[in-house]
């Protein structure tokens, strides 16, 4: 793809984004610029990756074909009040940050500049991503299929309506923080029963990418798949019937109730 993708702020998602882009095919060094806040995030992004880092974000605004922000959302409104009249001509701003709707983007950005929100998740930097598009009438239909062109170079990527915006950031958005610690747990038991560390962390990460494959690929229920390892009498329903004493699904559901309440809080 001969386009200049730009991004303002290179923390977790925006070197994540940039490491996967590197890998990818259709981008390479000469078509990312990037800047941050400090000398040292632009520093080690430079030497790291070897792209054009700029001081300057209005110099990524009237260079770049897609931006992406990827600063935190308190920051959007500043940054955009910064490069709103410094744009490159038909460039589309990419909103990545939880909280911000289409209606903020279309406030703070001049009548005609395209935009898109979009809700991607740390996998990103793996490949394995789940992205979420929300797309606008500033876009036209090849630019969304461009779009879900670039966002698949890191997983898979559904447009979905706005209004689903809050139960995206539980489902795939902060969901995998809940799975990390899920592993950490998995693998402490592990290392309880005998196993080494390092080997305790695979094994349990291993099981999890597996189940997680076996719910995408064979459609199955995820109950049904839970049956499936249940043997009468066995040892698996004896961890299940621990889970559920300790209600494990209804906790599961609840942090992910309260992480829909604080996005829909921040909502602007
Ligand atoms: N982390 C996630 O799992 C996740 C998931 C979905 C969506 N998001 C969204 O992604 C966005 C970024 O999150 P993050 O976790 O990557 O944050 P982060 O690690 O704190 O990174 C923020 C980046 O913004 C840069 N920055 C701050 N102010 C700036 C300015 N005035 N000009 C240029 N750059 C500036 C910072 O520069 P320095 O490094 O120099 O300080 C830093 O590189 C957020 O809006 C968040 O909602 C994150």
Known sequence: MNKIIGFIGAGNMGEAMIKKLLESDDFNKQSIIVTAKTV???KRIENTYNVTVLEDIKEIAKNADYLVLAVKPHQYEGILNQIRNELKENIIIISIAAGISSKFMRENLNNKTKFVNIMPNTPV??????????????????????????????GKVEVVDETLMDAVTAASGSSPAF????????????????????????????????AAKMVLETKEHPAVLKDKVCSPGGTTIEGVKELENKNFRSAVINASIAVANKSKSMNK
């Open 40 to 42: 040292e995030t632009r």
């Open 179 to 210: 799975v990390y610690m899920m592993i950490e747990a998995m693998a402490d038991a592990a290392v309880l029963l005998g196993m080494k560390r390092d080997k305790a962390y695979t094994f349990a990460a291993q099981a999890v990418l597996g």
């Open 125 to 154: 930097m793996v490949g394995e991503g789940m992205i979420a598009l929300y797309p606008n009438d500033s876009l036209t239909e090849e630019d969304i299929s461009n779009l879900l062109s670039i966002f698949s170079i890191f």
